[in-house]
């Protein structure tokens, strides 16, 4: 029995997964959302972003700051709470094309660019 809890926490200690440094101190702009079905690049002319600390990224919804916590939960997944905060501005303009994180999504780095991939498309930020 005593084998069996030791061998639990030895793999528990090693499962977590770390931020990826080259996901800290930047704010990534979303620059396009490609999409497989059908086949389209959306060139993206609004600014969206991340920005990532070690425990909450930093986003916008039309001229609404917000920020979520998010965990890493493996090397290529990323996971979003679901309990985003932002302020609560009467925007005059609103963003052509919404984005939200709600869940669990893979990323990846791809040369200077971050990937997340979500049903809607990969979504790839500069």
């Known amino acids: 029995m005593k084998t069996i809890f030791k061998f639990s926490v030895i793999i ?3 499962s977590s997964f770390t931020t990826p440094s080259f996901l800290l101190n930047r ?6 959302i490609r ?13 969206h972003y991340l920005k990532f600390d070690k425990e909450k990224v930093y986003f916008n919804i039309d001229c609404n700051a917000c ?8 090397e290529d997944r990323i996971y979003f709470s679901r309990s985003a905060l932002c302020t609560r501005k009467g925007c005059l303009e609103r963003d052509k094309i919404k984005i939200s994180y709600d869940g669990e999504y893979k990323f990846w780095k791809e040369g200077a660019y971050l ?3 979500t049903d809607d498309g990969d979504h790839v930020y500069r």
């Not at 704010?27 to 396009?32: A, I, R």
């Not at 999409?35 to 600014?47: A, F, S, Y």
Request: aromatic fraction near 16%; avoid cysteine.
């Open 12 to 14: 528990f200690l090693f």
């Open 27 to 32: 704010e990534w702009v979303l620059f396009k």
């Open 35 to 47: 999409k497989e079905r059908p086949h389209q690049l959306i060139l993206v002319d609004e600014h």
């Open 67 to 74: 920020s979520d916590s998010f965990k890493i939960v493996a």
């Open 115 to 117: 990937v997340i991939q």
